[in-house]
């Protein structure tokens, strides 16, 4: 079956930097477009970013457009979340997402906490 499981949240000082990583099984990883979510205490879960299967287009929410880059290794099958000049306000449980065939998958979430 589907599986998604996220690494690589802490943390960080704010203006600092960390890499999530979401490594899939389960489905062929190269023909589906990947997201990655995020939701903080007491908010919804809020959509964060998307690439395609092939890498070749990737859209951004606002509030992380300019500081998050997503990105993928089809040979791994792994997405990637780089997120840079990190905030107060970024601090959330970071969820990777795919839709396989109407089916859709979460792993189980990494914390990013940002904080001095």
């Known amino acids: 079956q589907v599986r998604l499981v996220e690494s690589g949240g802490g943390l960080v000082q704010p203006g600092g930097s960390l890499r999530l990583s979401c490594v899939a099984s389960g489905f062929t990883f190269s023909i589906y477009d990947m997201r990655w979510y995020r939701q903080a205490p007491g908010k919804e879960r809020e959509f964060l970013a998307r690439?395609?299967?092939?890498?070749?287009?990737?859209n951004y929410a606002g509030s992380v457009r300019g500081r998050f880059t997503i990105s993928r290794d089809n040979a791994k099958n792994t997405v990637y979340l780089q997120m840079n000049s990190l905030k107060s306000e970024d601090t959330a449980v970071y969820y990777c997402?795919?839709?396989?065939?109407?089916?859709?998958?979460w792993g189980q979430g990494t914390q990013v906490t940002v904080s001095s």
């Open positions: 997402n795919v839709d396989v065939l109407g089916n859709d998958a």
């Open positions: 690439i395609t299967g092939y890498g070749d287009s990737t």
